[in-house]
């Protein structure tokens, strides 16, 4: 009986002792879930930190498209008047193109200033002609 009181407490001691291991197992998993759940709080402040940028930046976007969507009216605009513009430039030079045929012809109808200078000499011979006839 003694020997079987000696295998009672053999094995009792050394499910105390394993007991303790688990005890102590379990102390260092309670330690590394405590870490791990302090990371997953650190991780879940940062993802509502992220969503929140997210956020901020739809609303940067959202604000960019309706910039977008007025600059392409703007541009649709400067576009029609560029259109326009070149029309107007288009019968400009029509109308330039007339302008220099016109002095074209009259530049080569026009007296010259070497014409003018004649005349003068030759009205001035005349009319020094005309006083001596006169006269005489």
Avoid: C, P, W
């Avoid at 295998?7 to 102390?27: D, F, P, S, W, Y």
């Avoid at 309670?30 to 509502?48: F, P, Q, T």
């Avoid at 649709?76 to 019968?91: D, H, L, Q, W």
């Avoid at 026009?110 to 200078?117: F, I, N, R, S, W």
């Amino acid at each position: 009986m003694e020997k079987t009181l000696n295998l009672i407490l053999a094995e009792q001691k050394r499910q105390g002792e394993l007991l303790h291991q688990l005890i102590n197992t379990v102390a260092a998993t309670n330690v590394k879930v405590a870490d791990l759940n302090g990371k997953i709080v650190e991780m879940d402040r940062k993802i509502v930190e992220i969503d929140g940028k997210i956020v901020e930046m739809d609303g940067k976007i959202v604000e960019m498209d309706r910039k977008i969507i007025v600059m392409d009216g703007k541009i649709s605009e400067t576009n029609e008047k560029v259109t326009e513009i070149n029309g107007r430039a288009t019968a400009i030079e029509k109308k330039l193109d007339s302008v220099f045929e016109e002095v074209k012809e009259i530049k080569a109808t026009m007296a010259t200033k070497h014409d003018l200078e004649y005349y003068d000499q030759m009205i001035s011979e005349h009319s020094r002609e005309i006083y001596k006839l006169k006269n005489h």
